[in-house]
């Protein structure tokens, strides 16, 4: 038996594995056995270490069915041997000579040491002896002693902590001791695995794609929240979906979801049947299939062409953010003739700064049907489109309104009733609120409860300077997601938008993007049946404005310096929690569901020539399709949310 086992997790890097093996055989220390666990690589990453495998019966390939993520490999490795000292080698990184001989030599003079680590190369050309600052240890520089400790597992968390996966277990075991040489190198790329889960680029939605997870996860890296999808969707997992209405129309969801993506369910209950050809590169909040919900069939292919022949949709729905743009157009430009309704939410100005301005008008001009998510954004457009914004061709719903269902939760009492004294919250970032005005409300005793751990990171010089100006009246708090809107922020007497002036002077030409939104916190705050603190605009095309002003649902202020006394009157603020409540159910994308599904049938009534020319691409795409009605577009997998 050999004394070290080397474990070698990989998932497509055909380009890296040649120089991480050969590294492996380079070893001055030659007693080890190893294991590449292939972890379903797409690529040709099986083949070439084949070639090492023929020609080194120490090296042996495990190739698991299905992808299962990096704990799982690991744990296969592990299972796999019997040594009593484990090594790793991912194959995007790279050990020198004398880095095994190094640290098992370091393990047999510290036999209390449950683990022995190297330093490292990282970063091109920089090196340390120590944890890498900001990442902790890393697999290539380690070999530890065998114990029954094992890797977490994707089905328990996704994170890119390895303390968390297993080090810090190991370290209760005894102290890890440094070899203080430089004998591997952490190889830095972009497709390096933390990279892919952290925020705000990576996230859960680019892991998801990545790997193609159709199960929900329980995800929490270093840099981002944390997120419990078994338990934010357990209400919406049934096992067989609705049955489709005789009338039911076949969507196609192109681009992304953004957030509150299950809003899309209120489609799937009214009978309609929902397919997915979603963007590629997703940041974090780009919500793209698989969906951890429902029964969204997702194309086989990413030809646009085909995608659609495959599914046969009566209407392409394209959708959302800035992100999607190039996507959305690229599908437009390759339908075969199928209805197109374009929804945009944000942000034109973003998309003029990332230089897809052109997609963006051609798909305001193109669509057989445009969304616009504030009636400011359609009039907005039509100065840029001129002609573009027919009322029959257009339709105004914000983008990322969330499932009705997370407006059913219980309120809880508010704290002013327990102390007297006001307590505002701000759930996300507190844009416009500048720690002189924290200081400035706590002058008037007015506390701001400040919810959202990622967010907190981003914004820590902030919390800094604001606790020093106010102490003891800004308190933060970890994320809430939907579960628990409506119990934990009903504890507060208003919630904030976004603060600021408003310098477009009724000129809708002159509106950024702080006048044209309606930030995703509305329908937040309004779960939970809070007024929304906004500043007073008069004279400005500000659309939180207009719809607070048709609802009734703000408390509007000139200046900071009189929230507090527009908060203790009491008359005012109960007649707006009123309004709140009564109109709140109005944030949720259910209460528009039937309209929109108006929109997409006039949208396909008035694209009856365009619908007729993709008839005979339909037609073919009929061999998909049961005589009973049953999809065959992916036979071989589950419909994801199963």
Known sequence: ?????????????????????????????????????????????????????????????????????????????????????????????????????????????????????????????????????????????????????????????????????????????????????????????PGQLHKLLREPIGGINAYRQRFAVRHPLRFHTTTGDRIDEWARYARFREESPPEPTADGLRILLVGELAYNADRILALEERGHRLFGLWMPDPYWYNTVGPLPFGHVVDATSRDPREAIRETRPDVVYALLNWQAVPWAAHVLRENPGVPFVWHFKEGPFISLEKGDWADLVELTTRADGV????????????????????????????????????????????????????????????????????????????????????????????????????????????????????RELSRYDAGWLHVFESRNGGDIRRADWDDLNLPARMATLAAAGLPMLQRANPGAIVATQSLARALGTSVFFDGVGEVAERLRDLDEIEAVRAAVLAARRQFSFDAHADRLVDFFRSTIARSGSAGRAAASGRATARSYHRADGADRIRPDVRPAGR
């Open 1 to 189: 038996m050999a004394r070290v086992a080397v474990v070698i997790p990989t998932f497509a890097q055909s380009a890296f594995v040649a120089r991480a093996l050969d590294s492996l055989e380079g070893q001055s220390f030659d007693d080890w056995e190893a294991i590449v666990v292939d972890d379903a690589s797409p690529d040709d990453t099986a083949g070439i270490v084949a070639r090492f495998v023929a020609s080194d019966p120490r090296i042996r390939l495990e190739r698991l069915p299905e992808n299962r993520g990096l704990g799982a490999a690991l744990n296969a490795g592990l299972d796999l041997t019997a040594a009593a000292l484990v090594a790793y080698l991912p194959t995007d990184d790279v050990w020198y000579a004398d880095h095994l001989a190094t640290l098992v030599a370091l393990l047999d003079a510290r036999p209390e040491a449950p683990l022995a680590y190297a330093g490292l190369r990282h970063h091109y050309n920089r090196e340390t002896l120590d944890p890498l600052e900001g990442d902790g240890l890393q697999l290539v520089q380690v070999v530890h002693r065998r114990t029954e400790d094992r890797w977490i597992e994707r089905s328990e968390l996704v994170t890119d902590d390895l303390g968390a996966m297993l080090f810090d277990r190991l370290r209760r075991r005894g102290a890890f001791v440094a070899s203080g040489t430089v004998t591997c190198e952490w190889v830095d790329h």
């Open 371 to 486: 969304i616009h998510a504030s009636s400011e954004m359609r009039d907005w457009f039509e100065t840029v489109v001129p002609g573009a914004s027919e009322p029959d061709r257009t339709f105004v719903l914000d983008g990322d309104l969330p499932k009705a269902e997370w407006f059913d939760g219980s309120f809880a009492r508010r704290l002013s009733e327990v102390d007297g004294e006001l307590h505002t919250v701000v759930p996300g970032r507190p844009i416009g609120l500048h720690p002189e005005t924290v200081a400035e409300l706590a002058a008037q005793g007015v506390h701001l409860h400040f919810y959202g751990d990622f967010t907190h990171g981003q914004w820590r010089a902030w919390i800094d300077r604001a606790t020093a100006l106010a102490p003891g009246r800004l308190h933060l708090h970890p994320t809430v997601d939907q579960t628990g809107w409506a």
